[in-house]
């Protein structure tokens, strides 16, 4: 009998994360990573054991999420997205399969995230993007806002910035860009770093949202990042305007 | 006692239709009509009869769909808005109030509509369109195409572009403009004219598509449309990549 090699695939997917409460299996409720593995399961015709690149809170969105998995069949990669894209539901696809060396890691490999914040700033909200943004109908100031974000950019301790419940004792942080953008009615937050700390992002928005009507300072952002304290942030925004959007793995460099 | 006036309103709206079957109200199926007037009750506590400038099929959706109504009631047409919003569902939603002449009628007084129709043209679909766009994984010949439209322009007996079951007698129509674009991954066909058939739009994507994988030559349409036979034409495209995308009154004359 032929021994079959094992493999390491890295897969690429997006996911509306509006009926999920988020990445990671839970108990009593639908995760992303658990209708993965029940796709796969089809494919394979068992449970095959995969690493997520990081967790996601429940309704939070991914354009790009990174799996990985180790993988005992000759499957194309090529094949391997549409075999599983038909076995998923709509709201999650498969975009992307690549071997890796083995015993790679989605998330202990990964060298950077970018995540996007999306704002609907407008009157009416949109019939089409329930939960899929923020709808925030007063105007925003971009000016001050990309003040704020200077801030952010480079290593810090981003403790102000980390929502109480994180067991996470290291909590510096490098951000690499930081900005705010108008398309049309829609404003975009994007901001990408080495790692990111539990509603990091979500605190990010809070705060600028603050500082774009005026409750916080642009130049008070540096004290926030200094002072430690989560008191001293904005509040947390809602998660559904938030979406992973690229991961970085060491062939991308883009910093 | 002071005698209330009676005012005619012009509303327009926007709507997700994935889980509504058409506009118009019907029997045993949820319409968009039915839970509009809904929240018209809500709001003047009582059924208020309405008129939509037209039909719409189970699953389709609207950027842009006008709704005329009579009210006795003093409000203003700018707190109309907020005040229907917060009792409709989060896929429809009021966009424009404005007051018309008394009588005038959405359908009747309709002096032509712009229909979008989208195909999302890559091999990975998308979790966040679904049933919002078609997902047409294979390449598309826009020139083909754009070659095609050519023979709707102007004024035609369309019956070969009307499915069986519509008890319209008339099926002269005269079509201002259509043409495919791309944008980026998204195909986009827009249509506009002074009225559309049963079916209409979505037999002339289905004949597209068909053109554009060489099942029929662009020249062969305008032989189609004289024959007024609807075995001649193409298929009928799946309703959930159709928007009704704007509505004409005597006021707009884009052409």
């Given at each position: 009998m032929m021994e079959k090699k094992i493999r390491t695939l890295l897969l690429t997917i997006a996911y509306d994360g509006r009926r999920y409460h988020g990445f990671q299996v839970q108990k009593n409720a639908v995760s992303v990573a658990q209708v993965f593995q029940d796709g796969l399961e089809q494919v394979f015709g068992k449970r095959i054991p995969i690493k997520g690149c990081s967790r996601t809170d429940a309704g939070v969105h991914a354009n790009a999420f990174c799996i990985s998995l180790e993988l005992e069949s000759a499957i194309d990669c090529e094949r391997m997205i549409p075999a599983l894209n038909t076995r998923l539901p709509a709201d999650i696809a498969v975009l992307d399969c690549r071997e890796v060396p083995q015993g790679f890691h989605a998330r202990y490999d990964c060298v950077g995230k970018e995540y996007l914040y999306r704002i609907l700033n407008r009157v009416a909200r949109d019939p089409f993007l329930d939960h899929l943004v923020l709808h925030y109908p007063y105007p925003l100031d971009l000016s001050s806002m990309n003040k704020a974000c200077e801030?952010?950019?480079?290593?810090?301790?981003f403790s102000a910035f980390c929502s109480a419940?994180?067991?996470?004792?290291?909590r510096v942080r490098t951000i690499h860009w930081a900005n705010v953008t108008r398309e049309g009615d829609m404003v975009l937050f994007r901001v990408a770093g080495d790692g990111f700390l539990y509603n990091m992002v979500r605190i990010m928005v809070g705060t600028l949202l603050e500082v774009s009507r005026g409750a916080?300072?642009?130049?008070?952002v540096e004290k926030m990042i200094q002072s430690r304290d989560r008191e001293q942030a904005g509040t947390t925004a809602p998660p559904w305007g938030l979406y992973l959007n690229r991961v970085f793995y060491p062939w991308d460099k883009p910093w």
């Open positions: 801030a952010f950019l480079g290593t810090h301790d419940g994180s067991d996470v004792e290291d916080i300072q642009p130049q008070e």
